[in-house]
């Protein structure tokens, strides 16, 4: 690998080299994000035009406003989004939360197996957990509603939270909560006012990894909802920009970047601790 | 525990008897609330996958519809069979090895290439990791339609720039070509995939100790030998586990698949998950879908115990 201080032209050319392959891979990862980003703020017409315009010429935030105001029920499918996807977040975080720690600190019989069923289960298609929900959730009526959609939307999360939850307890000790025992505090105390904390990175990177699923899920949204005004967006933006408004490609760009801003805003800020969730006891040492 | 002289028998007896007592009784309490908090997550995931997985089991053997679930006649192998013979199935199956195959393949190569650019002290270094993350953040149907703006063979900017630089004469046709829609989405695919791989090489990369490559130059090891020998070996681990998620996310990908062509044209990008999907909710058949849907869960299942036994059994070496 490359030294900040290697002398002579070997060193320099392998510094070259190394800046000509990062700006082929950052292209191929950004011109398209670029496209995205123009082609919002582009009329509609002008969108279709060849050659395409590599930079606008009338830029325009009309297909911005446009979505705001609702002309293709993008608020409604924000709003939806929003619910569903935080409170789908929020039962992730406290049922992995005190699964994870029962993993860490109890022993019970069966538990390794139960620990490899968890992990296994993440492993599932998802398509053919689907058809098993969809069933059910007819019976217990539970299609078309937000309650539907929040367990929908853990079921695929919580294995995993649980799983990483419980890496993060194992790095606390558990002397900290008998300390706390011994000073008088029931056990639930002790857990929630000392250790929780204490495992506080471990809570965002559940928290990221269950909101991010949420929210782009399109399989089980497409599936468990029928009405216009329960849809979440991917499949409300799935039914109006592949369906009907298909023409409408600044729009549909201009809505995508809406939809995707809040997500990268707090991704590049929090994805440190998603990677330390994911990568705990994966790594060496 | 103090041994108090001039006890009795009967005092230790007594003193242990209490104790005993006392763990025990804690003992229960503390197994309570053991299963206290494990009782909402064997709850959930009893509900949305214990009991859809035995549904799906139970489905797979019976003739059922969409609509009459219930009331299905019980019809043994029978799904099985048709699946054999099933033309859709079997193209299904290489659909999803070749997505499969050359997403991770390729995500490997260009997610790892960027870690390894952005492990450098270059400037700008964390603007770049940051934004390198989005293209795995944004929803899958936004990938769609982006995609199918940027390889549309009327307007796309693809076209025009394969056209600009000499590499085909005309605009080609992407989502209409049976041969060409598969490679749009696998394309699509890997620029959704590699920021992920890039993230996790990141980290396992920052733990590589730096004594480690100095003494593989003292030794005389050049880039491509320190690369196999000093920084593959302690990536591994977390590449296995990247590996491992990305083969499931695959198996299961939708999202791309489904808004940009409906598994179409004609079943040239019909995966797996497309092809249930569409026999349970287009054509009703329930009953078949769930069989194709249990040869899925074997196919992952055993895969996992494969992939499982080839990473222990790699680690001993």
């Known amino acids: 690998m490359i030294e900040a201080g290697t002398q002579g032209s070997t060193g320099r050319r392998k510094q070259l080299i190394s800046f000509g392959v990062l700006l082929f891979l950052l292209a191929f990862l950004f011109l398209p994000l670029y496209w995205l980003l123009i082609t919002s703020i582009k009329p509609n017409q002008a969108a279709f035009k060849v050659p395409p315009e590599l930079f606008p010429s009338e830029p325009t935030l009309k297909s911005y406003i446009s979505?705001?105001?609702?002309?293709?029920?993008?608020?409604?499918?924000?709003?939806?989004?929003?619910?569903?996807?935080?409170?789908?977040?929020?039962?992730?975080?406290?049922?992995?939360?005190?699964?994870?720690?029962?993993?860490?600190?109890?022993?019970?019989?069966?538990?390794?197996?139960?620990?490899?069923?968890?992990?296994?289960?993440?492993?599932?298609?998802?398509?053919?957990?689907?058809?098993?929900?969809?069933i059910l959730f007819r019976q217990l009526a539970l299609l078309d509603t937000y309650l539907g959609l929040v367990l929908a939307f853990t079921s695929f999360s919580l294995p995993f939270c649980i799983w990483m939850m419980r890496g993060f307890f194992d790095t606390v000790p558990p002397e900290l909560e008998q300390a706390a025992m011994v000073d008088g505090a029931t056990r639930l105390q002790a857990l929630l006012r000392?250790?929780?904390?204490?495992?506080?990175?471990?809570?965002?990177?559940?928290?990221?990894?269950?909101?991010?699923?949420?929210?782009?899920?399109?399989?089980?949204?497409?599936?468990?909802?029928?009405?216009?005004?329960?849809?979440?967006?991917?499949?409300?933006?799935?039914?109006?920009?592949?369906?009907?408004?298909?023409?409408?490609?600044?729009?549909?760009?201009?809505?995508?970047?809406?939809?995707?801003?809040?997500?990268?805003?707090?991704?590049?800020f929090l994805q440190r601790y998603l990677v330390r969730g994911m990568t705990a006891g994966a790594v060496k040492g | 525990m103090a041994q108090a002289s001039g006890e009795t028998a009967g005092d230790k007896r007594r003193r242990r008897r209490l104790f005993e007592r006392y763990r025990s009784k804690s003992a229960r309490s503390e197994a309570l609330f053991a299963a206290l908090l494990l009782l909402p997550a064997v709850a959930i995931l009893a509900l949305v996958i214990f009991y859809p997985l035995v549904q799906a089991l139970l489905l797979s053997l019976k003739e059922a519809t969409l609509l009459s679930a219930t009331e299905a006649p019980f019809t043994g192998l029978d799904n099985f069979e048709q699946l054999l013979g099933d033309e859709v199935f079997w193209t299904a199956v290489k659909n999803t090895f070749v997505l499969t195959t050359t997403s991770i393949a390729g995500s490997l190569v260009l997610g790892m290439s960027l870690a390894l650019v952005l492990n450098e002290e270059i400037p700008f270094r964390n603007f770049f990791r940051g934004i390198a993350l989005i293209?795995?953040?944004?929803?899958?149907?936004?990938?769609?339609?982006?995609?199918?703006?940027?390889?549309?063979?009327?307007?796309?900017?693809?076209?025009?720039?394969?056209?600009?630089?000499?590499?085909?004469?005309?605009?080609?046709?992407?989502?209409?070509?049976?041969?060409?829609?598969?490679?749009a989405i696998i394309l699509a695919n890997i620029w959704n995939q590699s920021p992920f791989y890039m993230l996790m090489t990141l980290a396992g990369l920052q733990t590589v100790p730096e004594d480690e490559y100095d003494a593989a130059k003292v030794d005389g090891a050049n880039v491509l030998q320190r690369f196999r020998y000093v920084t593959v070996p302690n990536i591994r681990g977390v590449l296995a586990i990247v590996i491992a998620l990305q083969v499931s996310w695959n198996v299961n990908n939708f999202d791309l698949i489904w808004a940009t062509t409906e598994g179409g044209p004609v079943n040239a990008t019909t995966t797996l998950t497309v092809h249930v999907y569409r026999t349970a909710f287009k054509s009703l058949d329930l009953g078949y879908a769930a069989a194709i849907g249990v040869v899925m869960l074997v196919a992952l299942l055993l895969f996992s115990v494969f992939y499982i036994r080839v990473m222990e059994g790699s680690e001993e070496r």
């Open chain 1, 67 to 134: 979505q705001l105001q609702d002309r293709a029920g993008f608020l409604t499918y924000f709003l939806n989004s929003l619910i569903a996807s935080t409170c789908a977040t929020l039962l992730s975080i406290a049922v992995s939360v005190f699964a994870g720690y029962a993993f860490s600190r109890f022993r019970f019989p069966a538990k390794r197996a139960v620990l490899v069923f968890i992990l296994a289960s993440q492993m599932f298609p998802l398509v053919v957990l689907l058809v098993g929900i969809y």
């Open chain 1, 194 to 268: 000392v250790i929780l904390p204490l495992v506080g990175p471990g809570v965002i990177a559940v928290g990221l990894y269950s909101f991010l699923n949420a929210w782009n899920n399109l399989l089980f949204a497409l599936s468990l909802t029928s009405s216009q005004d329960m849809r979440t967006i991917p499949p409300g933006f799935l039914l109006t920009y592949v369906g009907e408004f298909q023409y409408l490609w600044a729009d549909a760009m201009a809505g995508s970047v809406m939809v995707s801003l809040p997500m990268i805003a707090v991704f590049i």
């Open chain 2, 135 to 183: 293209p795995w953040v944004v929803p899958g149907v936004v990938v769609a339609l982006l995609t199918l703006y940027m390889f549309n063979s009327q307007v796309g900017v693809i076209d025009y720039v394969l056209v600009q630089l000499g590499v085909t004469e005309g605009f080609v046709d992407w989502f209409g070509s049976t041969k060409n829609a598969l490679w």
